[in-house]
């Protein structure tokens, strides 16, 4: 499964066309992703003391049946590979939707499926 830390307004729009966009694939060609592994410190370093976010979660297969191009990319600033899909994401490719805000004393949190506790 691949990640995504969204705006709410995206995923709103995204309910009402059927895909989901950014603002990232219109300026870069690609729609930046997380592994699981990699969330946290994603929201840390570009969503601090952001509340209007949502957490998608997309089928990696689905994507790919759908004709939508994954490709895992090295970013040097972060040491490491991220996932950058090169298209719009068809809701059908969309497993799960969590509400994404920072705690009170602003660290985000995995939700609860994702991080091993109960569902």
């Given at each position: 499964?691949?990640?995504?830390?969204?705006?709410?307004?995206?995923?709103?729009?995204?309910?009402?066309?059927?895909?989901?966009?950014?603002?990232?694939l219109?300026?870069?060609?690609?729609?930046?992703?997380?592994?699981?592994?990699?969330?946290?410190?994603?929201?840390?370093?570009?969503?601090?003391?952001?509340?209007?976010?949502?957490?998608?979660?997309?089928?990696?297969?689905?994507?790919?049946?759908?004709?939508?191009?994954?490709?895992?990319?090295?970013?040097?600033?972060?040491?490491?590979?991220?996932?950058?899909?090169?298209?719009?994401?068809?809701?059908?490719?969309?497993?799960?939707?969590?509400?994404?805000?920072?705690?009170?004393?602003g660290?985000?949190?995995?939700?609860?499926?994702?991080?091993?506790?109960?569902?």
């Open positions: 499964m691949l990640y995504r830390i969204a705006e709410a307004s995206d995923w709103q729009r995204a309910q009402q066309t059927g895909f989901f966009a950014s603002a990232d219109q300026a870069e060609g690609f729609i930046h992703s997380s592994e699981q592994p990699q969330i946290l410190e994603t929201a840390r370093r570009y969503y601090a003391r952001r509340a209007d976010l949502v957490l998608l979660e997309w089928d990696e297969a689905a994507l790919t049946a759908a004709h939508v191009r994954v490709e895992r990319e090295w970013v040097a600033s972060r040491g490491e590979a991220f996932a950058h899909v090169f298209g719009s994401v068809p809701l059908a490719a969309v497993r799960r939707v969590w509400p994404f805000a920072p705690d009170t004393v660290q985000f949190q995995l939700p609860a499926e994702l991080s091993g506790g109960a569902e």
